[in-house]
């Protein structure tokens, strides 16, 4: 994402918590020593939040490539309940999913941030660096308008025991938002085996494939520009 600086308390804090959920390469694993000193110097996460963040720095510093790599893409890519991508949690495969990503990444450009090659605005580390780079208070409110996915996801990672969910909750506490316990959340229904969710269908069965034209599972987020009079404020509204 290129994006414009700006100096506010919860700038670093946002963009080491994006850098954390984003896949661990070796350009990430390079950085974990920096990012664990910039953490350090934090004020705005909570001691509890910051020391479990510092935990899964140590984490996936002392875990093997390989191994952390492969984690990843097992907590992250094989399922939607603990899937980065917001608008999976919103408009699943739906027809709805195209119009608010080009909304969001809209609202992006709009504030100057431009999304580079691959990049989805749905994202959770592009959101969480579009945040980097708000007022702080723009940003909690932004954050916190999200909060109810970031509970879910949180929710689902806590049940599998992963050191990822510290990462969410950090994220949570950004937004000004006390962390749910799992067993408070209701756990998403059960999802087919990923071979089943994209077979194709039965001949004279539909065109799509399984799921793309179901409904959302939760009320959809909506992008409300802001009108040029009113004070400002976030431009998401995620409802």
């Known amino acids: 994402m290129i994006n414009k ?19 661990p390469d070796a350009q990430l694993r390079a950085l974990l020593p920096e990012l664990t ?31 952390a790599e492969a984690r990843y893409l097992d907590t992250f890519d094989r399922g939607r309940r603990t899937s980065l991508h917001l608008f999976e949690h919103v408009h699943g495969d739906s027809r709805d999913r195209g119009p608010a990503m080009i909304d969001l990444q809209q609202t992006y450009a709009q504030e100057g941030l431009l999304l580079t090659p691959g990049e989805l605005p749905d994202y959770l580390p ?22 109810h996915l970031l509970q879910s996801i949180h929710a689902a990672l806590a049940r599998q025991q992963s050191p990822y969910a510290a990462a969410v909750a950090a994220a949570l506490d950004l937004a000004g938002e006390p962390v749910q316990q799992p067993e408070t959340v ?43 009079a009113s004070p400002r404020r976030s431009k998401e509204a995620i409802v």
């Open 37 to 67: 000193i910039v953490l350090s110097r934090d004020t705005v996460l909570s001691a509890e939040r910051r020391d479990a963040v510092f935990a899964l720095t140590a984490d996936l510093q002392q875990s093997e490539p390989l191994e």
């Open 5 to 23: 600086p700006i100096y506010e308390p919860h700038c670093a804090a946002a963009r080491v918590i994006a850098a954390l959920l984003s896949y």
């Open 186 to 228: 209701p756990e998403a229904p059960a999802e087919a085996p990923l071979d089943e969710q994209w077979a194709e269908p039965a001949v004279f069965d539909g065109c799509s494939v399984a799921g793309q034209n179901a409904g959302p599972r939760v009320q959809p987020i909506q992008i409300v520009r802001r009108d040029a």
């Open 126 to 147: 592009v959101v969480l660096e579009f945040a980097s780079t708000q007022p702080y208070g723009v940003a909690r409110e932004f954050l916190a308008e999200l909060a």
